[in-house]
């Protein structure tokens, strides 16, 4: 499968810690992105990173890319209780025309 | 403007039903799309429209069948579907250039969908 592959599958943390994910993939791509999905709704875009950059900021959120390891990580600071979601990482491969998306995180963040 | 919307929220529909989900943008996106998604798993691609043309069917079975009446519009029209197909129907644009999946996607809430 050429899906990105995430870890932890879950996480539960308290109000003001910080939070990482990691997702990996297995071929070259184009650009990385991570979404947001609170329950039963939809999709929301946090951030975009091209192969060609290695870190990316927004808000509390910092994004690290390594594509020698094949791998990213987003980490989110000083975490809410509004962060409480599952997020996904989502691929373009170099040749691909399709967003693919990993098997995602569940982030619980407790008051 | 940078909402997606779609209709209905829910539906539940028979086996025999014709039902159709519409989606709609004005943020002037050339590229749409519709995933399928279980619960607790990642969306799943269905179709993608390029440009009002059919760029991408991921292989789904003829009782799903898209339409893009124009730029703005996505419907996705459902016939003789099975229990199975029960999920979140979620509609999504982007900016069509560079191969439109290279661009940051804009979903909409979804349509839960329960078939009996």
């Known amino acids: 499968s050429q899906q990105g592959e995430e870890d932890p599958q879950a996480l539960s943390i308290q109000e003001g810690e910080n939070a990482t994910m990691n997702c990996s993939y297995k071929?070259?791509?184009?650009?990385l992105q991570w979404y947001r999905q609170n329950s039963g709704r939809g999709l929301v875009h946090l951030i975009l990173?091209?192969?060609?950059?290695r870190e990316k900021h927004s808000g509390r959120l910092r994004v690290t890319l390594d594509t020698s390891k094949k791998s990213s990580s987003l980490l989110i600071t000083a975490s809410r209780a509004a962060d409480t979601a599952s997020y996904f990482c989502a691929t373009t491969f170099t040749f691909g025309s399709r967003l693919t998306f990993g098997e995602g995180t569940q982030l619980t963040v407790n008051p | 403007d940078t909402e997606v919307t779609q209709t209905p929220k829910h539906l539940v529909m028979g086996m025999t039903n014709k039902k159709s989900l519409k989606c709609e943008q004005h943020?002037?996106?050339?590229?749409m799309y519709w995933y399928k998604q279980k619960a607790k798993k990642p969306p799943e691609l269905m179709f993608v429209?390029?440009?009002?043309?059919?760029?991408i069917n991921e292989s789904v079975p003829s009782r799903f069948s898209p339409e893009c009446p124009n730029s703005s519009l996505l419907n996705l029209h459902l016939h003789a579907l099975q229990p199975e197909d029960s999920a979140l129907y979620l509609c999504?644009?982007?900016?069509?250039?560079?191969?439109?999946?290279?661009?940051?996607?804009?979903f909409g809430p979804g349509t839960r969908l329960t078939v009996t």
């Open positions: 943020m002037g996106h050339r590229a």
């Open positions: 071929t070259s791509i184009n650009n």
């Open positions: 990173i091209r192969s060609n950059e």
């Open positions: 429209y390029s440009y009002e043309k059919l760029s």
């Open positions: 999504a644009s982007s900016q069509a250039n560079m191969g439109g999946a290279r661009n940051e996607q804009y």
